[in-house]
């Protein structure tokens, strides 16, 4: 079995133009890091020409889809009846993508296969992790 789900995903850009702009982005789940998700945008989507990727966590992206969440630089919220809002907050500035809703469940569901909710821990090897930080004590 695979340990990381990528997922395409059709993102509409909100700009000041009348018509948002489809633009090309992925949601990654990946098992060695079990809290996280990741949305990657690649280069020619982005101003700075370069590829970006937000990382939040699966709770947030879950809790998003039925109300406002985050506070930070990334916050989610549902839009409508089929959409999903997503808010990445960076000091060049905000970038607003509309994302359908039914591709996000989609995604965690099959995160959810994955990974169950609430067994997130399970994954981690603390002890790994500890003697990573230690190592060079």
């Known amino acids: 079995m695979s340990t990381v ?13 009348p018509r948002m702009q489809s633009i090309p982005a992925a949601l990654r789940y990946d098992r060695s890091d079990p809290f996280a998700v990741r949305m990657a945008f690649p280069a020619p989507a982005t101003l700075e020409g370069v590829d970006v990727c937000w990382t939040f966590s699966r709770e947030l992206l879950t809790a998003g889809l039925e109300t406002p969440q985050g506070r930070g630089d990334v916050r989610i ?3 409508g009846y089929d959409r999903t809002v997503l808010e990445f907050h960076a ?22 296969v994955l990974v169950p ?7 981690l090897d603390l ?11």
């Open 77 to 79: 919220r549902p839009y």
């Open 117 to 123: 909710v609430g067994l997130e821990h399970l994954q």
């Open 5 to 17: 789900i990528e997922q395409p995903v059709e993102a509409r850009l909100v700009a000041a133009a």
């Open 91 to 112: 000091p060049e500035g905000t970038a607003v993508v509309h994302v359908r809703s039914e591709e996000i469940r989609r995604f965690l569901q099959d995160t959810g």
């Open 127 to 137: 002890d790994q992790e500890l003697l990573e930080l230690t190592r060079d004590a």
